[in-house]
């Protein structure tokens, strides 16, 4: 369950390009891991993230994890619903469960495609 | 459950397995020169040695003064059955109840706790408590700078002064800005306090009645502070809750107060109780323990510790606290002290509090040169202008057993001639009538 036509970045969030918005969620694979998630906590509208710097964090029942910026840019839109209904995440992590907007200048660097992600989990999983 | 935590066997067991012979051994390590070299504890006594030896410092206490002390701390009566039920051994223990299977009774004491305190203050949650009302209303104000992630706070100048030292000492290192908005001869100056609210400001701080005695209706200035996304912060004093308007009902955030009046003895400033409730909300934001009530997979009611990810146990460096204890006894107290009085008791004890307040304001004002302070409705506590320094009648009554109220000049510059008077239900007519006279003689 790692769709072709996405990006990922080693800390388990995905990016979906569309111009020069970035949509971010996690993958998943994370929410497999985390289990079910209970809270959901994001930036708000307006906010610059720093690729590779923190931006929120999920809770699962016992656990709580950070999410890292796969790209840089300005937040322009949050998944306002994940703040009632964050099992969403785990019901649909890469369509309902899409958690930001960032406005991107240009192509963003240093992210896996597919294939070498898979590849990242496989390893991870031994 | 006993909370021992290693019998004799279990250390030998223990040190047989690391592979030394003695606890003294482990240490090893330690260089002499490292350890304390005396503890300075005296001598052992025997049983009766020590009890005469008590005995003798506590009839240093002047315990059969008569007290109109207030500031914050109130001599309300105890039911017996506090006593009675809280001295049980079962809840005498340090244990943490982060093991539910083992804590069943010490968590539902708890969830009981925060559900009396929630509908006494009209709020949603409330955490197992904090170590007392100061600590309480500090944690209040990070709990708003987390969420608005703003960093000036307006508070008022009539807000306990006792709470305000702490704010500021709480808060030295923290780079926050504390916006002072003056008391208006004793009044919170609510206009002052709007004016003072921008879009930086993530709380604005206000007591109910303020020091002075002064009681208010906030939701103007909530509403106020809502407009700019900052969180509103009451502190307030729970026994008149039953009569005035609750944090709830103005639309507080954020409700706090000293518990010492639910149950606790006066006891030389402690231990106390800091009660915290919040709305929904803000839930996320509340530092230290919040007990939940839930099903087993049987469905069997059963407490747990609950939203824990916000504790430090889970992520140290993101917790919302360095508190991760709570005055478990003391919360005890106050939830046994709220179910022997009940509904109407509570009621009852807030309005004798108050009717003796204000005949004592009458009996008070009625002497020439003594004028009141607190304008406008006030609970159980006013403050008088008096001729003359207050220290100086303070001082003159005390010594024949009257403890006439607190010196506002102690926290006030310019209201040197000012005196903090409380009553409760402990106070009798008779009380008031002898200060009133000791008072004409005083300023004579």
Same mark, same amino acid.
């Given at each position: 369950?790692?769709?072709?036509?996405?990006?990922?970045?080693?800390?388990?969030?995905?990016?979906?390009?569309?111009?020069?918005?970035?949509?971010?969620?996690?993958?998943?694979?994370?929410?497999?891991?985390?289990?079910?998630?209970?809270?959901?906590?994001?930036?708000?509208?307006?906010?610059?993230?720093?690729?590779?710097?923190?931006?929120?964090?999920?809770?699962?029942?016992?656990?709580?994890?950070?999410?890292?910026?796969?790209?840089? =840019?300005?937040?322009?839109?949050?998944?306002?619903?994940?703040?009632?209904?964050?099992?969403?995440?785990?019901?649909?992590?890469?369509?309902?469960?899409?958690?930001?907007?960032?406005?991107?200048?240009?192509?963003?660097? %240093?992210?896996?495609?597919?294939?070498?992600?898979?590849?990242?989990?496989?390893?991870?999983?031994? | 459950?006993?909370?021992?935590?290693?019998?004799?066997?279990?250390?030998?067991?223990?040190?047989?397995?690391?592979?030394?012979?003695?606890?003294?051994?482990?240490?090893?390590?330690?260089?002499?020169?490292?350890?304390?070299?005396?503890?300075?504890?005296?001598?052992?006594?025997?049983?009766?040695?020590?009890?005469?030896?008590?005995?003798?410092?506590?009839?240093?206490?002047?315990?059969?003064?008569?007290?109109?002390?207030?500031?914050?701390?109130?001599?309300?009566?105890?039911?017996?059955?506090?006593?009675?039920?809280?001295?049980? =051994?079962?809840?005498?223990?340090?244990?943490?109840?982060? /093991?539910?299977?083992?804590?069943?009774?010490?968590?539902?004491?708890?969830?009981?706790?925060?559900?009396?305190?929630?509908?006494?203050? &009209?709020? &949603?949650?409330?955490?197992?408590?904090?170590?007392?009302?100061?600590?309480?209303?500090?944690?209040?104000?990070?709990?708003?700078?987390?969420?608005?992630?703003?960093?000036?706070?307006?508070?008022?100048?009539?807000?306990?002064?006792?709470?305000?030292?702490?704010?500021?000492?709480?808060?030295?290192?923290?780079?926050?800005?504390?916006?002072?908005?003056?008391?208006?001869?004793?009044?919170? &100056?609510?206009?002052?306090?709007?004016?003072?609210?921008?879009?930086?400001?993530?709380?604005?701080?206000?007591?109910?009645?303020?020091?002075?005695?002064?009681?208010? %209706?906030?939701? %103007?200035?909530?509403?106020?502070?809502?407009? /700019?996304?900052?969180?509103?912060?009451?502190?307030?004093?729970?026994?008149?809750?039953?009569?005035?308007?609750?944090?709830?009902?103005? =639309?507080?955030?954020?409700?706090?107060?000293?518990?010492?009046?639910?149950?606790?003895?006066?006891?030389?400033?402690?231990?106390?109780?800091?009660?915290?409730?919040?709305?929904?909300?803000?839930?996320?934001?509340?530092?230290?323990?919040?007990?939940?009530?839930?099903?087993?997979?049987?469905?069997?009611?059963?407490?747990?510790?609950?939203?824990?990810?916000?504790?430090?146990?889970?992520?140290?460096?993101?917790?919302?606290?360095?508190?991760?204890?709570? /005055?478990?006894?003391?919360?005890?107290?106050?939830?046994?002290?709220?179910?022997?009085?009940?509904?109407?008791?509570?009621?009852?004890? *807030?309005?004798?509090?108050?009717?003796?307040?204000?005949?004592?304001?009458?009996?008070?004002?009625?002497?020439?040169?003594?004028?009141?302070?607190?304008?406008?409705?006030? =609970?159980?506590?006013?403050?008088?202008?008096?001729?003359?320094?207050?220290?100086?009648?303070?001082?003159?009554?005390? %010594?024949?057993?009257?403890?006439?109220?607190?010196?506002?000049?102690?926290?006030?510059?310019?209201?040197?001639?000012?005196?903090?008077?409380?009553?409760?239900?402990?106070?009798?007519?008779?009380?008031?009538?002898?200060? *009133?006279?000791?008072?004409?003689?005083?300023?004579?």
């Amino acid at each position: 369950m790692i769709p072709a036509e996405l990006k990922y970045a080693k800390t388990h969030e995905w990016v979906k390009i569309e111009g020069d918005i970035a949509v971010i969620g996690i993958t998943q694979f994370a929410q497999e891991q985390l289990g079910d998630l209970t809270f959901v906590e994001l930036p708000a509208v307006g906010d610059t993230i720093e690729q590779g710097d923190e931006f929120g964090s999920v809770e699962s029942v016992k656990a709580a994890s950070e999410l890292y910026a796969p790209v840089s =840019g300005e937040v322009v839109e949050i998944n306002d619903e994940l703040e009632d209904a964050p099992e969403k995440v785990n019901e649909s992590p890469f369509e309902e469960g899409w958690m930001l907007k960032v406005r991107i200048e240009g192509e963003p660097a %240093d992210l896996l495609d597919a294939d070498a992600y898979a590849a990242l989990i496989e390893s991870e999983a031994h | 459950m006993p909370f021992v935590p290693h019998t004799p066997e279990e250390v030998r067991e223990m040190l047989a397995v690391i592979g030394v012979d003695s606890v003294e051994d482990l240490f090893a390590e330690i260089t002499n020169s490292m350890r304390p070299q005396s503890f300075d504890i005296p001598e052992g006594l025997s049983e009766m040695e020590v009890l005469a030896k008590l005995e003798g410092m506590a009839a240093k206490n002047a315990t059969d003064s008569a007290s109109f002390l207030g500031a914050g701390f109130y001599d309300h009566y105890i039911p017996a059955a506090v006593d009675a039920l809280t001295m049980r =051994g079962e809840f005498y223990t340090a244990y943490t109840p982060y /093991q539910p299977e083992a804590s069943q009774g010490t968590l539902q004491a708890i969830f009981e706790y925060q559900t009396a305190v929630c509908r006494l203050m &009209d709020m &949603d949650c409330a955490n197992a408590s904090v170590y007392d009302g100061g600590t309480a209303l500090y944690e209040a104000v990070m709990m708003a700078v987390r969420k608005t992630k703003r960093r000036k706070v307006v508070l008022s100048e009539a807000l306990n002064p006792i709470y305000r030292v702490m704010l500021d000492s709480y808060i030295t290192n923290l780079n926050l800005e504390l916006v002072c908005v003056p008391h208006k001869n004793g009044r919170t &100056d609510i206009e002052g306090l709007k004016a003072a609210i921008d879009d930086k400001t993530a709380a604005v701080l206000v007591q109910n009645p303020n020091f002075f005695g002064s009681v208010n %209706d906030f939701t %103007d200035l909530f509403n106020a502070a809502r407009e /700019q996304k900052a969180v509103s912060i009451i502190s307030s004093y729970p026994v008149l809750q039953t009569l005035l308007k609750t944090p709830g009902q103005m =639309g507080a955030d954020v409700a706090v107060a000293e518990g010492q009046s639910l149950g606790l003895p006066l006891s030389f400033g402690g231990p106390y109780l800091g009660i915290m409730t919040c709305t929904k909300k803000m839930v996320r934001q509340m530092p230290g323990r919040i007990v939940g009530r839930t099903q087993d997979t049987e469905g069997r009611t059963g407490y747990v510790l609950t939203l824990q990810a916000r504790e430090q146990h889970i992520r140290r460096q993101k917790a919302t606290s360095n508190i991760c204890s709570n /005055q478990s006894l003391c919360a005890l107290r106050a939830l046994v002290h709220m179910c022997a009085l009940g509904e109407m008791g509570m009621r009852r004890a *807030a309005r004798l509090s108050i009717e003796r307040a204000h005949l004592c304001a009458e009996k008070l004002t009625a002497i020439p040169g003594v004028e009141m302070l607190t304008d406008g409705p006030f =609970g159980n506590e006013f403050a008088v202008t008096l001729p003359v320094n207050a220290y100086e009648v303070i001082a003159r009554l005390s %010594d024949r057993g009257f403890i006439p109220g607190f010196p506002l000049g102690r926290y006030y510059e310019g209201l040197e001639n000012g005196l903090l008077l409380a009553c409760t239900e402990k106070t009798s007519e008779e009380h008031i009538g002898i200060l *009133a006279e000791m008072m004409k003689g005083a300023l004579k």
